[in-house]
């Protein structure tokens, strides 16, 4: 009865550790992705603004230069990416850590449980044999 109360126990800790890393995981996505998504907004609308500015001009670029912005702002982006998903693989890693604990910790009491009910079923086992033995010796 205790290993069942304890296996229930630890289920419920291991989601209450799940829940928490993902709500900790999406606080931290937030935080590290809102400025940098303003600062590429402001840049993009900076940028539509300076195109609009350019139109009326009527200056115009070689496509390869368009090209090449288009590339450098890929970088750029994918760079900053990589920046943020750092943290979050880290919050990832800690959260399958800890999820293995949990799991090894599952393991291990039912184990613990199943050894429990092998041992009962020898001495079951046991006992039935010795009753058995002495039934048929009072018998002769």
Request: proline share 2%; charged share 40%.
């Amino acid at each position: 009865m205790a290993n069942k109360d304890l296996f229930k126990q630890a289920i419920a800790e291991a989601k209450s550790v799940r829940e928490a890393a993902i709500a900790n995981a999406k606080e931290a996505l937030e935080e590290t992705l809102t400025p940098h998504l303003k600062d590429m907004l402001a840049a993009k609308l900076q940028e539509m603004e300076d195109k609009e500015d350019s139109k009326d001009e009527v200056v115009a670029e070689a496509p390869a230069k368009e090209d090449d912005k288009k590339h450098d702002k890929d970088e750029a982006v994918s760079e900053t990416l990589t920046d943020v998903s750092t943290p979050v693989t880290k919050q990832r890693t800690t959260q399958k850590n800890l999820m293995t604990k949990q799991q090894s910790k599952l393991q291990k009491m039912k184990h613990q449980k199943w050894m429990q009910k092998s041992k009962e079923k020898k001495k079951l086992m046991e006992t039935k044999t010795y009753l058995s033995y002495q039934l048929t010796n009072s018998k002769t």
